[in-house]
């Protein structure tokens, strides 16, 4: 019928994509972000993936024309677990678009920014991490973008300010 949306297929791996799950997943317990994102790089003859782990939600996997589901906990089998360092949960950050003035917990925005940091490295390749993080805005999340090699990127909304070295 016209207008209705494709079911989402449940799956239990995917293969080359399982070890980012993993690692999207790890850091999101590590850090207690809102979200996980990776754009996962796959080299030059596979266009990137889009993988997201969210908290007690499902993982998503979008890998070109397909879009699949998996458990939150399913057990993949990967050969190595990526292990990032504990963040507590922080309070939620006050957020000032307009100024891109952030307020939070004492050092915790560049202890999250690391994190997000290694989780780019984890993923490989020109892969890029994502992190939302909660603020004292709910339609306002802090967003972490990491790259290798590159400098992070603190989003909120539409406005994005690059972390200083």
Do not use: N, Y
């Amino acid at each position: 019928m016209a207008g209705e949306e494709e079911p989402i297929d449940v799956v239990l791996t995917v293969g080359e994509l399982d070890a980012s799950i993993v690692a999207l997943r790890e850091f999101l317990h590590a850090t207690s972000a809102l979200e996980a994102q990776g754009v996962v790089d796959r080299g030059e003859d596979a266009p990137p993936a889009l993988v997201t782990v969210g908290r007690l939600a499902p993982v998503e996997v979008f890998d070109g024309e397909r879009t699949v589901h998996l458990p939150h906990g399913v057990e993949l089998e990967v050969d190595v677990k990526p292990e990032f360092r504990h963040v507590p949960q922080l309070p939620p950050f006050e957020v000032d678009a307009i100024s891109g003035k952030v307020t939070g917990a004492l050092g915790g925005l560049p202890a999250l920014a690391e994190c997000v940091e290694e989780l780019a490295r984890a993923l490989g390749g020109r892969s890029v991490a994502l992190g939302f993080f909660g603020s004292t805005d709910p339609d306002l999340p802090l967003a972490i973008a990491a790259r290798q090699d590159e400098p992070t990127i603190v989003a909120l909304g539409d406005e994005q300010f690059t972390l200083p070295s």
